[in-house]
Each structure stands twice: as C-alpha cells, then as structure tokens.
C-alpha cells in the first residue's frame, strides 16, 4: 500500500508539473533567442515575433515589451498569425507596448485569412504604429550606408503566396530579407528564385506546439519539412523557422517554449 501511494503520489506529482509547465511556464515566460549572421562590418539588429494568436495582452507580453525597449532595435518583423479573430483592439494593444521609433514590418499568416479579417483595416492598424504589412511586396530600406530589401509573401494557405510578383519589383540591396509565414513555401522560393535571398523568416509551425525530446509529432499543413531552428544554413539561402509565441486550437505548449527571435545581422 505505501508502495502504490508513493507511485501515485509520484504521479500525480509529475502530471502536475507537466501541467504546469505546458499551461503557464512555456506560454508566459517567452524566451528571446539570439544569432549573429552575416560576416560584414554593418549591424543591423532585428527581432522576429510571431504567431502571436492574440486573445489577450497579457502579462507574457507585456514583460517582452519591456525586454524590447531595453534592446538596441533597427526593425521588428511579425511573420503573420498576430490575430485569429477579428478582435482589432488586442493588435493595437499589443503594437502600442513597442517601442514607435521602431520600424515593424508584418506579413499575414493562415489564421488572419480564416477569421475574415479585413486586410485594409490591418493595414491602417500597422500604419499607425510605424509599421508595414506586405503582401507579395517588397521595399528597400537603407541603414548606415547600406541598402536592405525586405520581402512579405502573402499567406501559402489562406491567401496568394506570389514570390514570382515580389522578383518583379525586388530592387537591388546589400542585403535581401524575406518574411513568408508558411514555411513550406519556401522550397518553392528557393527553386523559382533568380536573385539572391540572404536569409528567409518564417514562423506558422508553434515548434510542434507539443513535442517530446526534440519530436513533434503533429505539426500544421503548411510546415512540409520544417519544424523550428535553421535549415539550409549553409546554403545560398538560410532559413530561420521560430516557434513562435502564441497556441491555437489547444492552449497548451510542451516542449515547444515560446520565444522570440533577435538576430545581430552583418552587412
């Protein structure tokens, strides 16, 4: 008897730090990760957020604000999923804990599309917190002497990822930076490219949302090969896959931390 309560006590005691963590530690506490890429002598300093899924601000993001404002930024990127209802407010909420001499660029995931969100509206919201939403667009913005192309595909799933469209007004840069939320999509990319992608950003994927030592066993159409981290790292065309910050369909992480994404990028 004392055998089989110290067994069940055990277990009990494991499936409660199990909850915990997969319902508080892994969602709340978001984790900023941090990479050198590039090998020039220009910084450019970016933070990719993503698959926010917004329902509330809470206090997860609001202790990352905080972060933020303490980093040496040149420019935010959001790689689409920020909503995944129409709930406008939770984006202006968000945006307006950022630093405003920032600028935020944003492409749209799977899930604005399927909430019927309205894209004009969005547009106007990011506008307003010095931000960008591209859709198959690209701009180029200059820093310290050199000139950066950045990218958005519109979303693979919901909308009309067209990176042929993006080549045809892509201008020519030091440094080209795509955002495309779908990681899938970016084996299409890399084959139908003609100019140079420097480094690819993508998100969609939760880092499994759930996994095992390393393993997630499910993750959403529109992942393909792709599950978090780097791949293809040493090729002519990096990719950087973020697990991302938010959940959907289930409000659970396990294995999976949230985390955001700075990277210090040599010119």
């Given at each position: 008897m004392k055998r089989r309560k110290f067994i069940l006590g055990a277990g009990a005691g494991i499936l409660a730090l199990i909850?915990?963590?997969?319902?508080?530690?892994?969602?709340?506490?978001?984790?900023v990760k941090e990479f050198d890429f590039g090998k020039g002598n220009t910084t450019w300093n970016i933070l990719q957020i993503t698959d926010l899924h917004l329902k509330k601000v809470g206090n997860g993001l609001q202790a990352l604000a905080r972060k933020i404002h303490k980093m040496d930024l040149d420019a935010i990127c959001i790689t689409g999923d920020a909503l995944e209802t129409r709930d406008y407010h939770l984006l202006?909420?968000?945006l307006a804990l950022l630093p405003a001499q920032t600028p935020k660029y944003a492409i749209l995931g799977n899930w604005e599309y399927w909430a019927e969100t309205d894209i004009q509206k969005l547009k106007g919201i990011y506008n307003k917190y010095n931000?960008?939403?591209?859709?198959?667009q690209s701009i180029l913005v200059p820093h310290q002497g050199k000139n950066?192309?950045?990218?958005?595909?519109?979303?693979?799933l919901g909308g009309n990822a067209d990176y042929p469209s993006?080549?045809?007004?892509?201008?020519q840069s030091d440094f080209?930076?795509?955002?495309?939320?779908?990681?899938v999509y970016n084996d299409t990319v890399k084959r139908i490219k003609t100019k140079p992608i420097d480094l690819i950003l993508s998100g969609h994927t939760h880092g499994g949302?759930?996994?095992?030592?390393?393993?997630?066993?499910?993750?959403p159409p529109g992942s393909g090969r792709f599950v978090k981290g780097w791949y293809d790292k040493d090729s002519d065309t990096p990719i950087f896959v973020?697990?991302?910050?938010?959940?959907?369909?289930?409000?659970f992480r396990f294995g999976a931390r949230a985390e955001a994404v700075l990277f210090r990028i040599k010119l």
């Open positions: 909850l915990g963590d997969s319902l508080w530690f892994e969602k709340r506490f978001i984790k202006e909420e968000f931000g960008t939403l591209l859709v198959n950066i192309a950045i990218s958005g595909t519109d979303d693979y993006i080549e045809k007004q892509l201008p080209h930076l795509l955002l495309n939320h779908c990681p949302q759930i996994a095992f030592l390393g393993y997630a066993p499910q993750i973020s697990s991302g910050i938010g959940t959907s369909l289930i409000p």
